[in-house]
Structures are given as structure tokens and as C-alpha cells.
């Protein structure tokens, strides 16, 4: 049973009945397709749950409306859906693409990852999307014959290319990854299952990304004006938002504030959905792939948007670089949080006493590089408020982070 009729999927759709199967062989189950086994997995996670009190942008204790990666993960799968659904695509696939992407982040956002990845640079450095892979295959034991959530070959590879192929055909690395190589996390998975680093992953895997550009681009202006880092009037600088200010303001004259900005937000998500669903519309016509396999041979990617509405993406991030994630209030907050997580990491590798129990057994055998993974792991499912509170316990003085 699908999310999607069988006779409304696209031919160029990932075919849950066709899926690569999982590394742990399963029954089939007679009510739920393989995909939605592998949402509903994500969802009853522990990991999924601590994404509730995991910094997006601001941290916790800044206030009760702004995003957690909670709240982000849910709009992303929301927006994910919507596009699966216009492209006659697999909606469960894109969806556990959506509810999993975020798996891997440390608590304090990009902050903790730059701590961790600083800490471990001795070690091959710290990936989000890496630590994904490894919660997912590894890292949540709930199941009594195997480690992780045993997801789907089609989920895996999706998790691992979110960003694209990280290797040439010849296996050589490329994009983001060019420069320090593929994270071994993903280059061990792949010796026990071949995800397949060189190809493009398939269409609802690209279009999963795409919800996430969506997502943090809006809700990161609505937070950012909710913290009165920037207005509406600075927003008029760039383009499209600009002009869907400007056409609210002509239907809506005197409206207040709060109703403005939903507005605002509503339909700049609907104007990108649109614009995307339209533009990998006109790729996927143009070069007609018959399976998802073709899809993933591709020369190029099949989910974009126009010329026209890439270049407002691009206006609208660097705004949001230079008026929010470089703000001086928010840069504070965060150099502060990078620092309770290197202040951690020091004290754990230092102190192996002071790591919980199922974490410490055995870290005394391993060489210097595992033992430092799982201190990274133990660091990277932590919640902000479990952080500040170990942070707390271990030293004399702990930042607020306000």
C-alpha cells in the first residue's frame, strides 16, 4: 500500500515494490509500503525526538516561536510532500527523506558542527550528513537483530547525496567533498552496501533537498523578524520579496504586522514550490528518463529552479548571511555554544570517567581515532539544554546563551 496510486506515479518515480531492499532482510509488511515503514521508523526514533530541543537558529531558551530543527524537519516534510505530489512522485520517500535529513546535527546548529568538526580534525572532521548515516545504520539500537532503523537503499542513498554525487564515476571525490574527501563514515557504509557516491540520487531525493532551500530561506526570514534583526522595509532590497511585500501592502493597506509577514511567508513558499514544480517539470520532460535509475545517470540534476528565481534564492541567502547568521547577537550566542561543545569534548577525552556508562565501556581499547568518534557521537546526540546541563555538572561556569 502506497501514499500514491501505482497508476499516478511517474515513471521517472522511485517504485516502492521495486525498491533495492534493506541490508537486513525483512518481511514485507501487507499494510504499509517500504517507504512509509522507513517514515514511521524515523518518526518513532530517539533521535527524531531530540530534534525538539535542537538549535536551528536561535537557541532554546530565546523564546517559545522560533524554529527548532523540530519544527524545520516538519516544514521541510510538509513542502517535500507537496512537490512529491505535483511530480508524480513517491510521497513516502520524499517524506523520510525530509523527517531524517537533520538526524545527524549536533546541538547549537552549525555552531556545534564547526565545534565538533574542529575537534576531530585529526580524525576526518565532522559531516551532519555523515552523522546521519551513522544514526540511521548504527547508532539507534531499538531493534533486537540489528543496529540503526535497517532504512531503505532508496533512503540511504537519498540521506548520503543530499547535496548531489560525492564522487566522480572513477570514485574520485567531488563537489563539497573534493578537498578533505569523502567522511569515512560513509565510505565504510558503502563497502557493506554500495550507495552508489558517483551517480545522482533520485528525483524525490533531490526534490527533499530543494524543501529543506525552501524551508530554512522563509521560516529564517520570519524568525529573523521575529527577533528584530531586520524589518520588512530592509527586506525591499531584494527582489522578489520586495515585490510580494509590496503587493500585500496595495491589497491589504493597514494591515498589522503580524498578519503581513504570514502572509508574506505564505506566498514566497508558494511561489518557489511553484516555480520549482515547473522548472524539474520542464527538465524531466526534456530528457525523459524512463526509470528512476535513469534519473540517477543522468549528466545533470531534473529538480531546479529558473534561472530567474535561483538568482532571488541566492539574494535572499546572502541577505539572510549578512543580516541574521553574521549578526553580532546571534554570533555571540553561537561562539559561546561552540565553545560549551569543545569544553566537552576536551573534558570527555580527557575524562572518560565522566561519559555515562554504556559510553564509556570499552573507549579505553579503542585507538585514538574510534575513540574520538564516539565521544563525537555521544557529543552529536545531545540536545542544547542536555549539553548546557553536562556543561554545568563539569565546569565551574556556564554560558547562558541569550
Not at 27 to 55: G, N, W
Not at 291 to 313: G, H, L, T, Y
Not at 380 to 398: I, K, N, P, Q, V
Request: charged residues 25%; negative net charge.
Amino acid at each position: 500500500m502506497t501514499s500514491n496510486a501505482a497508476s499516478l506515479r511517474a515513471p521517472y518515480a522511485c517504485d516502492p515494490s521495486q525498491s533495492r531492499g534493506r541490508f537486513h532482510p525483512e518481511a514485507a509488511s501487507r499494510s504499509r509500503s517500504p517507504f512509509r515503514r522507513d517514515c514511521d521508523r524515523i518518526i518513532h526514533s530517539t533521535a527524531f525526538r531530540r530534534l525538539k530541543h535542537k538549535t536551528q537558529v536561535f537557541v532554546f531558551d530565546e523564546g517559545d516561536h522560533y524554529r527548532t530543527r523540530l519544527t524545520h524537519t516538519l516544514e521541510v516534510a510538509q513542502i517535500a510532500r507537496a512537490l512529491a505530489r505535483a511530480l508524480g512522485l513517491d510521497e513516502d520517500l520524499a517524506e523520510a527523506l525530509a523527517l531524517a535529513h537533520d538526524l545527524g546535527h549536533p546541538p547549537f546548529g552549525h555552531a556545534g558542527e564547526r565545534a565538533l568538526d574542529a575537534c576531530l580534525a585529526a580524525f576526518g572532521g565532522f559531516d551532519h550528513n555523515a552523522q546521519t548515516l551513522r544514526v540511521v545504520t548504527a547508532l539507534e539500537r531499538r531493534y533486537p537483530t540489528f543496529d540503526g532503523l535497517n532504512l531503505c537503499w532508496e533512503t540511504l542513498e537519498g540521506l548520503v547525496k543530499h547535496n548531489g554525487p560525492l564522487t566522480d564515476r572513477a570514485g574520485n571525490p567531488c563537489g563539497r567533498y573534493r578537498v578533505h574527501g569523502v567522511p569515512e563514515t560513509i565510505r565504510d557504509y558503502c563497502r557493506l552496501q554500495d550507495l552508489q557516491l558517483w551517480s545522482f540520487p533520485s528525483v524525490e531525493a533531490q526534490v527533499a533537498a530543494f524543501a529543506d532551500d525552501i524551508a530554512y530561506s522563509a521560516h529564517d526570514i520570519d524568525d529573523g523578524l521575529r527577533a528584530e534583526l531586520f524589518s520588512l522595509d530592509d527586506l525591499a532590497a531584494v527582489p522578489l520579496p520586495g515585490a510580494i511585500v509590496s503587493r500585500i501592502r496595495a491589497s491589504f493597506p493597514g494591515l498589522e504586522a503580524a498578519r503581513l509577514v504570514h502572509e508574506f511567508i505564505r506566498r514566497l513558499i508558494g511561489l518557489l514550490i511553484e516555480d520549482l514544480v515547473a522548472e524539474t517539470a520542464r527538465r524531466l520532460a526534456a530528457q525523459a528518463p524512463r526509470s528512476a535509475d535513469d534519473v540517477r545517470q543522468a549528466a545533470a540534476p531534473v529538480a531546479a529552479f529558473s534561472p530567474a528565481i535561483a538568482e532571488v534564492e541566492r539574494a535572499i541567502k546572502a541577505f539572510l548571511e549578512r543580516r541574521m547568521y553574521r549578526h553580532e547577537r546571534v554570533m555571540r550566542v553561537m561562539d559561546e555554544a561552540a565553545g560549551v561543545v569543545r569544553d566537552l569534548f576536551g573534558r570527555y577525552d580527557a575524562h572518560a570517567a565522566d561519559l555515562p556508562p554504556e559510553w564509556r565501556d570499552g573507549l579505553a581499547g579503542l585507538d585514538p581515532p574510534a575513540r574520538a568518534r564516539r565521544i563525537a557521537d555521544f557529543i552529536a546526540g545531545m540536545t542544547d539544554r542536555y549539553a548546557l546541563a553536562e556543561h554545568a555538572r563539569l565546569f565551574d561556569s556556564t554560558p547562558e546563551l541569550r
